[in-house]
């Protein structure tokens, strides 16, 4: 029995090695703190909870879904994006829910990408962009984000014969993994672009609402003309700590987003209705539910930073996501650095090569460990590093 090829095609995994060696350490008794996961520790706040437990005793919730998502969904979605962003967006024709933004983003390119197509993929980046493309039969090119560009893609870098053979571009403000953000203006060009060369922006907004002293994150879909162009991926996953949820949706253009819809009606059939419901009213209590983690997550960025800037690092504190982007020290690479972390602190963290090429240099350790144990991480590597 043999696999397919698009299977085979897929790159290798990376992190075989160092995980092997995580699970060796584990097996040792060795007490190994783990700062490479993105995925919340605090829990999804308690009325959200308790409107699941109404949700789950009504009959009517028990049934499948519509494939778009219920209309009372949508219509949260949209009515979030109006206070939040100042974006109107019609229910019916610019909006679909997704069973986690991740998911949309996988399939998307099967909507917009035939065989042989270039899509252009930030890297580093969340992988999905490149192995959504690879499986939809489309041919993956770095978009390279570098710290002398403020981990913003530059355009101009690429000839502008090969952005007319661009089909789709995927960018994602805030930034996993580097934690950067776009201002405005960037949109704005980006947007331009897109018009002139004729190709399609997937934006990924999954971390808009984990930001800090008071930066806001913009939307793609506030630039003028974005619309025609542009499709935002969104998600509850982060700004709720709802990750086990399985709950999104995307937004903008109607044809891509009916186009998502129609590849989504053959293969899913919809996440459960209660689990929308929930949607409605975490999109209706977003600033509430934001009140009990953005102040956890500023604490231990600044713990991270502190801790890493007396140690020498060069790094600034981010404004936005629950990830900090550090430059490993001279002589290391990404992998070495890790390891070296994982043999004499017991700390993992994540190769930037992980993230993409362009990752090599940085490694990522993310702020969704429980405080004290990111405090006793912080101390381990001090000790390490010989601070
Ligand atoms: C940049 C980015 N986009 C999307 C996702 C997917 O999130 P979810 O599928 O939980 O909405 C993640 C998850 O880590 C992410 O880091």
Redesign the pocket.
Known sequence: MDVAQRIKNLPPYLFAEIEKKIARAREEGKDIIDLGI??PDLPTPGFLVERMCQEVRNPENHRYPSYRGLYAFREAVASWYKRRFGVLLDPDREVVA????????AHFPWCVVDPGDLVLASDP??P?YKIGTLLAGGVPLPLPLLPSNHFLPDFSAFPESLLERVKLVFL?YP???TSSTAPHEFFQEVVRLAHRFGFIIAH?L??SEISFDGYRAPSILEVEGAKEVAIE??????MCN??GW???FAVGNARLIEALGRVKTNIDSGIFNAIQWVGVEALARVEEALEGIIPVYTERRNLVVETLRALGFDLPYPRA?FYVWIPVPSGFTSLGFAEFLLDRAQVVVTPGVGFGKYGEGFVRVSLTTPSLRLKEAMERIVHALGG
């Open positions: 993105g995925d997704l069973i986690g933004s991740k998911e949309g983003i980046g969340y999905v994602n930034n996993n993994p990924d999954a971390y991926f969104h998600s509850l996953s982060k709802m990750t399985r709950i999104g996501t």
